[in-house]
């Protein structure tokens, strides 16, 4: 039975119906039709492949950052200035500064929420959010009005997005009084994938 072969095209077929094309026991190589090459492959590849395709989590942050965000416009969002450091070790995920890209194949919803505190001058308007593929989103907008002493100020921003190959998430800010900069001291950003 080990050196049976199966065909069949790779869009047709779940994993849940191979059973039904043969006796095969997970051992067994099947040869895989997909449309430009043929593969072999067993049945414990097949499920560790949907098993990491159904994963998605991120996680970047930074501490003690003082790299300013230049904000050269008044209500103009720009991408949060800093060096990023790996949390927990990605999924289907890429990172660099500021930056999560989603890697996985299947277009997915995410949770996506950034914890951070920031200074400026005082008595600023500061206004938080998430950017997917570079376009904040406003429905995540969330603001804070720094305090007269210039003291570090803390926000939480959540929103949810549909990731597909390749799109990336980044959190961004804007001063709505001024263009003085904004120094994101601490941040934390978490991607967790919705079932």
């Known amino acids: 039975m ?3 072969l199966i065909n069949f095209p790779l869009a047709s077929i779940k994993l849940s119906e191979l059973n039904t094309k043969s006796l095969l026991d997970g051992s067994e190589s099947l040869q895989i039709i997909d449309g430009t090459a043929n593969k072999k492959t067993t049945i414990q590849n097949i499920g560790e492949y949907v098993e990491e395709q159904a994963k998605g989590l991120a996680q970047y942050y930074m501490i003690s950052n003082s790299t300013a965000t230049t904000i050269s416009a008044i209500d103009t969002f720009y991408k949060i200035a800093g060096t990023t450091l790996e949390g927990v070790t990605p999924s289907n995920f890429s990172l660099t500064d500021n930056k999560a890209t989603f890697t996985g194949n299947n277009t997915t919803n995410f949770k996506v929420t950034a914890i951070l505190s920031l200074t400026s ?3 600023q ?3 938080i959010q998430i950017a997917k593929n570079g376009i904040v989103q406003a429905r995540s907008n969330q603001e804070i009005l720094t305090g007269g002493s210039g003291q570090a100020q803390n926000l939480v921003v959540k929103d949810i997005f549909t990731l597909a ?3 990336y998430i980044e959190i961004f800010t804007a001063n ?3 263009a003085t900069n904004i120094t994101v001291v601490n941040l934390n950003v978490i991607i967790e994938k919705l079932h």
């Open 2 to 4: 080990a050196n049976d």
């Open 165 to 167: 190959t390749n799109d």
């Open 176 to 178: 709505k009084t001024s």
């Open 125 to 127: 308007d500061i206004h």
């Open 121 to 123: 001058g005082n008595n």
